[in-house]
């Protein structure tokens, strides 16, 4: 009697087992379904997308993919480089001229140019100055640097690199969830049969249909500035170049450097003189005659005032005599 009574107990429990199990997955098919009701594109078979798509947000919330093992981790990222170039030449035509070239050979191009100094209505020296845009393959950009380099004067150098790696990934996953999510309502779209439901998918598929083409858009423009590094040079024109001393450690080198910036001063000075004289003689000579002109002029008149009489002349001795008449003043006894 015992042993039935354990036995019935036994099988009691089974079922109970059984009937909790059944329970749980009733309740995960219909959490599944609701999951599938918010995040996919039910078909009219009944059959739902797993992709994981927010009909809401529009994108799917995927993790890039890991990397396999043994392969280069610097290879797989995504690397924007942009880099900065100024430069000062004495030859500034041929310098601006051999920086086009180099880009060329380099295998890039130049994106934008500008310059700034000349006029063709203006005789007068102005230093140029020119900025250049330059689209340099991302393998070869150190190549374009080192020959940049090589033909001017390099004042300063810089180069920044932007790791888009994990938006470049993010994006091509929403794409692909994006094209997928196309491709569902397509097939519904071909088994609807009401008005409603065809214009309702019609307007989803023009959404996503945009998003793909703006996703598709941003992925292009990543490819092109990954590809292609950005360069901006800046170039001067200049009559000397400028030159960075170690600063000076001894009283000697000090003394050595202080005496040659005075002379380069003097010199300059010296310089700056004899341009001024040079520029403006033609205005010195032309006052200088109109005034021997003025001169010459008053002293021709006073001579013809004095011939004519009109200027009192004084005699030879007039002056010896006037100082001697001139009364002296008597001092007054002392007390």
Not at 124 to 145: G, M, S, V
Not at 287 to 299: C, E, G, N, R, S
Request: with cysteine.
């Amino acid at each position: 009697m015992r042993k039935r009574i354990i036995a019935a107990a036994a099988i009691l429990v089974a079922v109970a087992v059984a009937l909790a199990g059944c329970g749980a997955a009733v309740n995960q098919d219909t959490a599944a379904a609701e999951e599938s009701y918010f995040y996919g594109v039910n078909d009219w078979s009944g059959k739902s997308s797993t992709a994981g798509y927010d009909m809401q947000e529009g994108y799917a919330a995927e993790s890039p993919a890991e990397p396999e093992p043994g392969t280069s981790v610097a290879a797989d990222r995504k690397l924007i480089q942009t880099a900065w170039l100024e430069l000062e030449s004495r030859e500034y035509a041929k310098a601006l001229a051999a920086l086009e070239q180099m880009a060329a050979d380099c295998g890039g191009y130049i994106e934008s140019r500008s310059e700034q100094g000349s006029s063709l209505y203006n005789s007068r020296y102005n230093a140029r100055y020119a900025e250049l845009t330059a689209r340099i393959p991302a393998d070869r950009l150190e190549e374009a640097l080192t020959a940049a380099g090589g033909l001017c004067n390099v004042v300063s150098r810089s180069t920044d690199v932007a790791d888009v790696t994990e938006s470049y990934t993010d994006t091509e996953a929403r794409l692909e969830t994006l094209r997928l999510q196309e491709q569902r309502l397509l097939e519904i779209l071909s088994k609807a049969d009401k008005l409603s439901d065809v214009l309702e998918l019609e307007s989803r598929l023009s959404e996503v249909r945009y998003q793909i083409e703006s996703y598709e858009a941003s992925l292009r423009s990543m490819d092109s500035r990954i590809s292609y590094s950005t360069l901006h040079i800046t170039l001067q024109e200049v009559v000397e170049y400028s030159i960075v001393n170690d600063p000076p450690q001894t009283l000697g080198q000090r003394l050595s450097d202080g005496f040659a910036a005075s002379m380069k001063m003097v010199k300059n000075g010296a310089e700056n003189l004899l341009v001024w004289l040079v520029t403006f003689l033609p205005v010195i000579l032309l006052w200088a005659v109109v005034l021997a002109a003025v001169i010459w002029l008053a002293v021709r008149l006073l001579r013809r005032l004095k011939q004519n009489g009109k200027l009192p002349r004084r005699k030879k001795g007039q002056k010896k005599q006037e100082k001697e008449d001139k009364p002296v003043s008597q001092e007054e006894p002392k007390a």
